[in-house]
């Protein structure tokens, strides 16, 4: 046999054997799992109870009328959890309640910036809108409450509720154009009459 035959079976023996050795080796073991990472202190059911009590003691003090400690409170809650709604949706009931629209109107603002989803925010912001006689942008908040939730029955009443109020302005004026001729003041008397309906 050529001895470069045989050279070349022997490597070809040797590469086989190699193969087989290394097919027979135990795996290499994996790296161990990392921990998992912990979740914030604020997700622990202690703090989930300490937040509802901490809401329920700022519901308390607003029943109260105690407007300033209410919103003190519920400014901590808001800072111990700040992914939370709930106490900066009840500082801006505080705030109202308190005589503070224009601050319940930005923190509402900033809530609806921050949860878009829900419905609440902009019905209540609408609210606080219309209070003022800003009515365009009640109708706004009101559509986009409608439209986070088509089933929040509280913001499609209000919604008909403006319109209403929007008729009455234009009634009045046309009312006024026509020097009290014509159908604008019997319609006016009609949605008055329906606007006050409570």
Do not use: C, W
């Not at 705030?95 to 319940?104: F, H, M, V, Y």
């Not at 409450?145 to 403006?162: C, F, K």
Request: charged share 25%.
């Amino acid at each position: 046999m050529p001895a470069a035959l045989v050279r070349a079976l022997a490597t070809l023996a040797a590469a086989l054997a190699a193969a087989h050795a290394l097919a027979q080796a135990p795996p290499a073991p994996l790296p161990p799992e990392p921990p998992p990472t912990p979740l914030p202190a604020e997700y622990s059911d202690a703090s989930r109870k300490a937040y509802a009590a901490g809401l329920k003691e700022a519901r308390e003090m607003i029943a109260q009328k105690r407007y300033d400690a209410a919103i003190a409170r519920l400014d901590a809650l808001s800072r111990e959890r700040p992914r939370e709604p709930q106490a900066r949706f009840l500082k801006s009931v505080a705030q109202s309640e308190a005589g503070k629209p224009d601050d319940a109107v930005a923190t509402l603002t900033a809530l609806a910036a921050d949860f878009p989803e829900l419905p609440e925010v902009h019905n209540n912001l609408a609210v606080l809108y219309a209070a003022r006689g800003s009515l365009d942008l009640a109708k706004a908040e009101l559509e986009l409450a409608i439209a986070a939730s088509p089933d929040y029955a509280p913001a499609v009443e209000n919604l008909g509720d403006v319109y209403a109020r929007l008729a009455a302005r234009h009634y009045e004026r046309a009312a006024a154009l026509e020097k009290g001729k014509g159908l604008a003041p019997a319609k006016l008397k009609l949605v008055r009459d329906a606007l006050a309906v409570r």
